[in-house]
Nanobody
């Protein structure tokens, strides 16, 4: 079955950087879209960024444009989220998720990785 495993979270000072990884397995993802979501305490989960596995069609939330970059490595079946110029408001649990590009909802979710940005 599909498995998504996030890693790379941690504690960083404001202005710092982190790179999250999402290792995907269990099927061929060529017709899938991979997204990163985050959920802060007491807040709803929000979409951060997404990319089609075949490349292109990237999306970024306004709050992260110019600071976060999504990319994927087909050879290792890994999607990355490079986060620069981090702010305390970026503090959240970050999840990667996968869905077929022909469906609306994300069907597969990772367990999440905590990102904490101190001021």
């Amino acid at each position: 079955q599909v498995q998504l495993v996030e890693s790379g979270g941690g504690l960083v000072q404001a202005g710092g950087s982190l790179r999250l990884s999402c290792a995907a397995s269990g099927r061929t993802f060529s017709t899938y879209r991979i997204g990163w979501f985050r959920q802060a305490p007491g807040k709803q989960r929000e979409s951060v960024t997404a990319i089609n596995w075949s490349g292109g069609s990237t999306y970024y939330a306004d709050s992260v444009k110019g600071r976060f970059t999504i990319s994927r490595d087909s050879a290792s079946n890994t999607v990355y989220l490079q986060m620069n110029s981090l702010k305390p408001e970026d503090t959240a649990v970050y999840y990667c998720a996968a869905k077929s590009i022909s469906t609306m909802n994300y069907d597969y979710w990772g367990q999440g990785t905590q990102v904490t940005v101190s001021s």
